[in-house]
């Protein structure tokens, strides 16, 4: 199982920007980044493959949000744009997917200990 340590998160208003990067302590194929709000099951956000070519967004954060990896560095990040109160979870980075394309919580085999993102209006 890959160690991921995920960071970045903390309290933001409506509009602002977060960027939140996931360190990997080996190789990991597909990685992602899945959220979990208060009373709410966990939800898929976004998806990338090894080389970084290929990605995808749920498409609640489609045009908002990137994805994006730096395998020198076994590093994932998310980039979060405009975000909204609605996007108030703990994110969670997830590694070793089975699949980038349309993945859910379940296709993923390791993840991070998760960081608190919180958007206020």
């Known amino acids: 199982q890959v160690q991921l340590v995920d960071s970045g998160g903390g309290l933001v208003q409506a509009g602002g920007s977060l960027r939140l990067p996931c360190a990997a302590s080996?190789?990991?194929?597909?990685m992602g980044w899945v959220r979990q709000a208060p009373g709410k099951e966990r939800e898929f956000v976004a998806a990338?493959?090894?080389?970084?070519?290929?990605?995808y967004y749920a498409d609640f954060v489609k045009g908002r949000f990137t994805i994006s990896r730096d395998n020198a560095k076994n590093t994932v990040y998310l980039q979060m744009n405009s975000l909204k109160p609605e996007d108030t979870a703990v994110y969670y980075c997830?590694?070793?997917?089975?699949?980038?394309?349309?993945?859910?919580?379940?296709?993923?085999?390791?993840w991070g200990q998760g960081t608190q993102v919180t958007v206020s209006s």
């Open positions: 997830a590694g070793e997917g089975s699949r980038w394309y349309r993945p859910g919580p379940g296709d993923f085999g390791s």
């Open positions: 080996g190789r990991s194929l597909t």
């Open positions: 990338i493959s090894w080389s970084g070519a290929n990605t």
